[in-house]
């Protein structure tokens, strides 16, 4: 399984990004998927997730500013981020669990200027 993110960037405070996050040997669809991510000097966050029925679930700093969502086909799941604010900076990464096994996309950079 390997998953593969992109879309982060450099943009204004109140701006919009959408990250995405491309899936091989495994399906959102069938297990779902997370977007974590990781500022310096902090711990890795839970932001969104995305159960395999649709039901979405967010952390409260991004409720009604992030949508996760997925493709038909189970093989990406997206993050648009609209309200972008500076404290949104971090490396954003999408994670897939499969049981016991959990696999990391590598990060995708967004920074969010004043």
């Known amino acids: 399984v390997q998953l593969q993110a992109s879309g982060g960037g450099l943009v204004q405070a109140g701006g919009s990004l959408k990250l995405s996050c491309a899936i091989s040997?495994?399906?959102?669809?069938?297990?779902?998927a997370t977007w974590y991510r990781q500022a310096p000097g902090s711990l890795r966050e839970w932001v969104a997730g995305?159960?395999?029925?649709?039901?979405?679930n967010y952390v409260d700093s991004v409720k009604g500013r992030f949508a996760i969502s997925r493709d038909n086909a189970g093989n990406t799941v997206y993050l648009q981020m609209n309200r972008l604010k500076p404290e949104d900076s971090a490396v954003y990464y999408c994670?897939?669990?499969?049981?016991?096994?959990?696999?990391w996309g590598q990060g995708t950079q967004v920074t969010v200027s004043s």
């Open positions: 994670k897939h669990q499969r049981g016991a096994r959990v696999y």
């Open positions: 040997g495994s399906s959102f669809s069938r297990f779902g």
């Open positions: 995305l159960t395999v029925g649709g039901a979405t």
